[in-house]
């Protein structure tokens, strides 16, 4: 028995080469000192980068005759796009091409909170199985992996690991992805064939999708998802739906004809005028409690055409968007006692909106520009705004600029 055991004593252990990132190497001590207590040996290099060729062939010759490798996993892996961890980490999977699939050979560990699932490392790592190691200090699952290692029961069947995207590894119960057989045409069956054959097609377009990298596969589903949501968005709100050239052509008739911004009863016919042009589309008439107040666009006294600009400007806007927000815009009669935002503002709390659209015509470095705002009354917030030189401004464009950028509107 005596020499049965000096034997055993002296039979080789397994070897595990142990990689890591150099702002790691404090988790890797740890870990190096603990895996020979649980029966294996441990190859460590405690060696600078740039140790010369000679450094470099011992860790290629090291990984080559290692029974196990062990990569260590953290945020630190994750921040450094190279490091000569990396080319460890290459070589290490470029053995096991040699090796059969059901050889373990890779024994990923994670030391912190990084997520499998979306960690940059080799494809091949994503197949095993992870254990996780806070900080490199031993865990008894960790000593129960190292003893039945070095017990040589480490083929037991392991739990299906989940790859990216929902994948499984070899050994889960769900198939992997095979392209479809492409359908046999039987006599007489023609329309079928065909059937089978466009459904083959969207079959083999789903395999070849669940294919590709997991990073093109998610952009794919936000790009669905945004347009979907988009879609379900236009059909709530009609806006362009419902603003027809023969329309638009009809507002701009009415904001030619407009002409007073600071006239009360001008701004009162405007309300009833475009009320009555488009009855079956907007409730024009509505002037309390409207979510959105409008408020006639100014400009400088006794500049003409900044006067026609801000006035045509406004016709138009003020009616796409009380035809595209039915009853939830309001016109405010009274022309402002000032041209600042403090007194749109005032005039929409009074009005109980939650916002105020309003504009002005001013001269900003020799040039005439449009400023045009949409501000939320309650903290006196702007959402939007934008400015347009005068020279060549289009209202009708600029009207469908503002509409098109209006907040959603809820009736309160």
């Given at each position: 028995?005596?020499?049965?055991?000096?034997?055993?004593?002296?039979?080789?252990?397994?070897?595990?080469?142990?990689?890591?990132?150099?702002?790691?190497?404090?988790?890797?001590?740890?870990?190096?000192?603990?895996?020979?207590?649980?029966?294996?040996?441990?190859?460590?290099?405690?060696?600078?980068?740039?140790?010369?060729?000679?450094?470099?062939?011992?860790?290629?010759?090291q990984i080559r005759e290692c029974d196990y490798f062990m990569p260590l996993v953290s945020a630190q892996t994750e921040a450094r796009h190279e490091g000569y961890f990396r080319r460890e980490w290459r070589l290490a999977v470029e053995r096991t091409l040699d090796m059969a699939d059901d050889h373990p050979f890779l024994l990923p560990i994670v030391i912190d909170d990084t997520d499998q699932s979306v960690a940059r490392v080799p494809e091949k790592f994503l197949?095993?199985?992870?254990?996780?190691?806070?900080?490199?200090?031993?865990?008894?699952?960790?000593?129960?992996?190292?003893?039945?290692?070095?017990?040589?029961?480490?083929?037991?069947?392991?739990?299906?690991?989940?790859?990216?995207?929902?994948?499984?590894?070899?050994?889960?119960?769900?198939?992997?992805?095979?392209?479809?057989?492409?359908?046999?045409?039987?006599?007489?069956?023609?329309?079928?064939?065909?059937?089978?054959?466009?459904?083959?097609?969207?079959?083999?377009?789903?395999?070849?999708?669940?294919?590709?990298?997991?990073?093109?596969?998610?952009?794919?589903?936000?790009?669905?998802?945004?347009?979907?949501?988009?879609?379900?968005?236009?059909?709530?709100?009609?806006?362009?739906?419902?603003?027809?050239?023969?329309?638009?052509?009809?507002?701009?008739?009415?904001?030619?004809?407009?002409?007073?911004?600071?006239?009360?009863?001008?701004?009162?016919?405007?309300?009833?005028?475009?009320?009555?042009?488009?009855?079956?589309?907007?409730?024009?008439?509505?002037?309390?409690?409207?979510?959105?107040?409008?408020?006639?666009?100014?400009?400088?006294?006794?500049?003409?055409?900044?006067?026609?600009?801000?006035?045509?400007?406004?016709?138009?806007?003020?009616?796409?968007?009380?035809?595209?927000?039915?009853?939830?815009?309001?016109?405010?009669?009274?022309?402002?006692?000032?041209?600042?935002?403090?007194?749109?503002?005032?005039?929409?709390?009074?009005?109980?909106?939650?916002?105020?659209?309003?504009?002005?015509?001013?001269?900003?470095?020799?040039?005439?520009?449009?400023?045009?705002?949409?501000?939320?009354?309650?903290?006196?917030?702007?959402?939007?705004?934008?400015?347009?030189?005068?020279?060549?401004?289009?209202?009708?464009?600029?009207?469908?600029?503002?509409?098109?950028?209006?907040?959603?509107?809820?009736?309160?």
């Amino acid at each position: 028995m005596t020499e049965l055991d000096a034997a055993d004593s002296q039979a080789p252990r397994s070897s595990v080469f142990l990689s890591y990132a150099s702002e790691d190497r404090q988790a890797a001590r740890l870990l190096r000192d603990a895996l020979p207590d649980y029966g294996l040996d441990v190859w460590y290099d405690e060696s600078d980068i740039g140790g010369g060729e000679a450094w470099d062939q011992k860790i290629r010759r090291q990984i080559r005759e290692c029974d196990y490798f062990m990569p260590l996993v953290s945020a630190q892996t994750e921040a450094r796009h190279e490091g000569y961890f990396r080319r460890e980490w290459r070589l290490a999977v470029e053995r096991t091409l040699d090796m059969a699939d059901d050889h373990p050979f890779l024994l990923p560990i994670v030391i912190d909170d990084t997520d499998q699932s979306v960690a940059r490392v080799p494809e091949k790592f994503l197949a095993v199985q992870w254990l996780k190691v806070p900080g490199g200090q031993p865990t008894r699952a960790l000593e129960s992996l190292c003893r039945r290692i070095a017990a040589g029961n480490l083929k037991d069947p392991q739990p299906a690991r989940k790859l990216p995207g929902g994948q499984r590894n070899a050994k889960s119960t769900t198939p992997p992805l095979t392209n479809p057989e492409f359908p046999h045409e039987e006599p007489g069956q023609r329309i079928r064939f065909w059937v089978e054959v466009a459904a083959w097609a969207l079959r083999s377009a789903w395999v070849r999708f669940g294919r590709l990298p997991r990073w093109i596969r998610v952009i794919a589903y936000l790009w669905i998802a945004v347009a979907l949501i988009s879609r379900c968005g236009s059909s709530r709100h009609p806006d362009s739906a419902e603003l027809t050239p023969a329309k638009v052509e009809k507002l701009k008739t009415i904001s030619q004809q407009y002409q007073g911004s600071l006239n009360k009863n001008d701004i009162t016919t405007l309300g009833t005028q475009i009320a009555k042009e488009f009855s079956d589309e907007s409730d024009a008439t509505a002037t309390d409690r409207s979510p959105l107040l409008a408020i006639a666009f100014t400009a400088p006294p006794g500049d003409a055409a900044a006067g026609k600009l801000a006035d045509s400007t406004f016709a138009m806007t003020y009616g796409m968007v009380a035809i595209s927000h039915r009853g939830q815009v309001s016109l405010t009669k009274e022309p402002l006692p000032s041209r600042e935002l403090g007194a749109a503002l005032e005039r929409a709390r009074v009005n109980h909106s939650t916002y105020v659209l309003f504009g002005t015509v001013d001269e900003v470095d020799r040039t005439r520009v449009l400023a045009v705002k949409i501000a939320k009354v309650s903290d006196g917030s702007v959402v939007w705004s934008k400015s347009y030189t005068a020279a060549g401004a289009d209202p009708a464009k600029i009207a469908a600029e503002v509409d098109a950028n209006m907040p959603p509107l809820e009736a309160t």
